[in-house]
C-alpha cells in the first residue's frame, strides 16, 4: 500500500470538512485561513521546491541588490492553496496555482543583513512541509590580473586566457600589460600588432580590463627621456643592465610622471585608451610612484602584496622588500586608500585619491590550489557579509620558461572552486569584477 504525506492527508480532510452540498442551495465552501506552521521534522519529499536561494545580495556601489526569488513547487494532485513564510512573518505570501505548479515571488529587499529561514506550508496546516535557510549578505569581489613581466607572450599562453574565460563564463581579467613590449627592438610590428588585436579582443568578447603593469626596462625608460638606473635590483645586489629588476621607487615622482606619461602616450597610439589600474613590477610601489600614479590619472593600484606567500624569495631583496614595505598585508587585507603619509591603511595625512587593492592572493606562481582556497575560505566561511569584500590573484603571462601548464592548472582548479558560489545563480557572494570597478565600491 501505498502511503499519502501528512500534508495531502491533511488537505483532503479539510476538503471533506467544506465540500459544497449538492443541488441549487449549495453554499460557497469557507475560506480556509493561513497558519503559521510549525517547522518540519524532516522536508516531506512529495513536494518538489526549486528556486529556493543560498545567498542573496545586500547591494553596493556596483551590484544592485537581489529584489526577489522566484520559487516553484510541484506538489501532490489536488493541492491548491500553498503559502510561504519567512522568518517569523505573521501572514504569508500566497503561492500562484499554474497549470501543475505552484509559483510565487519573495521579496527580500527589505530583509536585514543576516541568516534567514524559510517554511511552505499547504493552507491550513498546522506544519510546515519544506524548510530552508538562505543568507543576504554582500558581495565577495574576485580580482584576478595578468602581469605581462616580458615584452612578449607565448600564444600557448594566451590560448590559455580564451581557455580559463569558456570554462569559466563570468570570470573578468585585468591585463596589466607592460609597455616594453612597444618599446623593446626585439619585438617586430606585427606581432605588436597582434598582441595588440588580441587584448582588444579579451575585452570585446570578455569584457576584461586592459591596465598598466611596469618594470622598469632600460628600453622603456629610455624612450621616455629619462636615464635608466640598473640599481637597487630585488634579485642582483650587483645590479641590472637591462633595468628589469630594478626597484620602482629608484626613480622620482618627476621621473614616474615623465615614465606613466608616456605609457599613457602608448595606451592611447595602439587603441588601449587611457590605463587606470596598475600595478608595480615586483610589488615595488612606494609612497611617491602612487604619487605619480595620481598625478597622470590613475585610480587604482593593486602593488600591496601578501608577501608571506613568497618564500621562494627569502634571501632576496623582492622578500624584504615586501616583508617591510607590504608588513600589514595579508590572506584577508581589503581595500584602502593610502594616504600622503602612508602607503598601507592606517595613515594620518591626506588621502591620495588612489584605490588600494591588496593582492591578497598574490600570483598563482607561489600558492597550491589547496593553499588559495583557504585564503577564499578566510573571507568567507559561508555566512552573511557584512561589508563588500574582496579576494585578488593572477598570473604572468610569459613564455613557456616562465609560465608551465601546471600553473594553467590550477588556476582552473581554485576558479572551478569559486564557480560554486557564484552570486548570478543565488549560490553565494561571488562577483568577478575588473580592477577598476572596485573603485565603484571602496
Known sequence: MRLRSPSFLLLTALSLLVAPACGPDAETPPTIAPVRPEPPAENDPAFTVTGVPRYVLAGDGLTVPTKAFQINVTAPKDIVDIDAWIDGAAEPVPLVFNGNQSEGEIGTLDLPIGNHSFMLSVRGSKDAFFRAEFVKGHALYMVISTDWDFSDVDDRVLDHHTELHTAHPELKITHLIGPYTFTDPAIPQQRRDDLVSWAQGMRSTYGDEI????????????????????????????????????????????????????????????????????????????????????????????????????????????????????????????????????????????????????????????????????????????????????????????????????????????????????????????????????????
Open 211 to 442: 591596465g598598466l603593469h611596469i618594470h622598469p626596462y632600460c628600453n622603456f625608460v629610455e624612450a621616455a627621456g629619462v636615464a635608466c638606473k640598473t640599481s637597487p635590483s630585488v634579485a642582483d645586489p650587483a645590479g641590472d643592465p637591462t633595468g628589469y629588476t630594478v626597484r620602482l621607487g629608484a626613480y622620482s615622482r618627476e621621473e614616474w610622471k615623465t615614465l606613466f606619461g608616456k605609457a599613457n602616450e602608448i595606451w592611447e597610439q595602439v587603441g588601449f585608451g587611457k590605463p587606470t589600474s596598475f600595478r608595480a613590477g615586483a610589488w615595488t610601489l612606494e609612497t611617491h610612484v602612487a604619487q605619480a600614479l595620481v598625478d597622470t590619472g590613475f585610480l587604482v593600484d593593486s602593488s600591496a602584496n601578501n608577501w608571506k606567500l613568497m618564500e621562494e624569495w627569502i634571501g632576496y631583496d623582492i622578500y624584504e622588500f615586501n616583508k617591510t614595505q607590504w608588513a600589514p598585508i595579508g590572506d584577508t587585507s581589503q581595500p584602502y586608500r593610502p594616504t600622503e603619509d602612508s602607503i598601507v591603511a592606517g595613515g594620518k595625512g591626506p588621502e591620495l585619491g588612489l584605490l588600494e587593492v591588496p593582492d591578497n592572493g598574490c600570483m598563482v606562481d607561489y600558492w597550491a590550489v589547496e593553499e588559495m582556497e583557504n585564503i577564499f575560505d578566510a573571507n568567507w566561511s559561508g555566512g552573511a557579509l557584512t561589508a563588500p569584500t574582496q579576494v585578488s590573484t593572477g598570473f604572468h603571462p610569459a613564455t613557456t620558461q616562465y609560465y608551465s601548464p601546471n600553473e594553467f592548472e590550477r588556476l582552473d582548479a581554485f576558479f572551478t572552486y569559486v564557480d560554486q558560489f557564484l552570486a548570478s545563480k543565488h549560490e553565494g557572494p561571488v562577483i568577478y569584477i575588473n580592477m577598476t570597478d572596485a573603485t565603484n565600491v571602496w
